[in-house]
Nanobody, 128 residues
Framework: QVQLVESGGGSAQAGGSLRLSCAAS????????MAWFRQAPGKERVFVAV????????YYEDTVKGRFTITRDNAKNTVYLQMNSLKPGDTAIYYC?????????????????????WGQGTQITVST
């Protein structure tokens, strides 16, 4: 059983930066896929980015490419989401998620059902 604890949420002005952390425990990480999703008010939870633990391969949703970076610290069992050039449209609750292994098809990496474990979520608010 993998436990995920997020931290780093808060507020920023448009154009600013924030970094989220997700500390993982209780599992084997060699094949893990760790992702970030977000859910804006009144909208569905959607994929943001994912990193494959074994080789740090990353995959991003198009609207965050070039602005967000997902990384992992193997020693700390922690995944980070560095968010730069923030926009008001980035306002949402951000959730960390983990999959025991990632499917072969990368398109499935965007699917909620791929991930068995979820954090509690952390609020990000971006103002103009």
């Amino acid at each position: 059983q993998v436990q995920l604890v997020e931290s780093g949420g808060g507020s920023a002005q448009a154009g600013g930066s924030l970094r989220l952390s997700c500390a993982a425990s209780g599992g084997t990480f060699s094949n893990l896929g760790m992702a970030w999703f977000r859910q804006a008010p009144g909208k569905e939870r959607v994929f943001v980015a994912v990193i494959r633990w074994s080789d740090t391969y990353t995959y991003y949703e198009d609207t965050v490419k070039g602005r967000f970076t997902i990384t992992r610290d193997n020693a700390k069992n922690t995944v980070y989401l560095q968010m730069n050039s923030l926009k008001p449209g980035d306002t949402a609750i951000y959730y960390c998620a983990a999959a025991p292994s990632l499917p072969w098809l990368t398109t499935r990496w965007r699917s909620l059902g791929t991930y068995a474990y979820w954090g509690q979520g952390t609020q990000i608010t971006v103002s103009t």
